[in-house]
Nanobody
Framework: QVRLQESGPGLVKSSQLLSLTCTISGGSITTASYYWSWIRQPPGKDLECIGY???????YYRPALKSRTSISMDTSKNQVTLHLNSVTPEDTAVYYCALTNGIVHVLPRSLNDFASWGQGTQVTVSS
């Protein structure tokens, strides 16, 4: 069973860079057809896909966040990293990394759309 664990700062100041890491166990991030997504849920709002990186390194970013977002992978550590720069209080949310196999969800309805996901990490951006 593939397991995912997010880690990173719980509190970030406005205009700073947010970096989150997803550590994967029980499977390789380069397994064919695997897609590693970063999604978030702001308080009182629906899930939204920030972007994803494929097993081969191809990326997709939500258009509204594209200019501020970067997702990368470290195969030696079996990790996927999210960088979101110039954060504002609007970026306050629970952030999840999630796995899909063979498909991608850019408009997720719930975490159940994904094959596996981490427990999530709360990120608060202070003004």
């Amino acid at each position: 069973q593939v397991r995912l664990q997010e880690s990173g700062p719980g509190l970030v100041k406005s205009s700073q860079l947010l970096s989150l890491t997803c550590t994967i166990s029980g499977g390789s991030i380069t397994t064919a057809s695997y897609y590693w997504s970063w999604i978030r849920q702001p308080p009182g709002k629906d899930l939204e896909c920030i972007g994803y990186i494929s097993y081969s390194g191809d990326t997709y970013y939500r258009p509204a966040l594209k200019s501020r977002t970067s997702i990368s992978m470290d195969t030696s550590k079996n990790q996927v990293t999210l960088h979101l720069n110039s954060v504002t209080p609007e970026d306050t949310a629970v952030y999840y990394c999630a796995l899909t196999n063979g498909i991608v969800h850019v408009l997720p309805r719930s975490l159940n759309d994904f094959a596996s996901w981490g427990q999530g990490t709360q990120v608060t951006v202070s003004s």
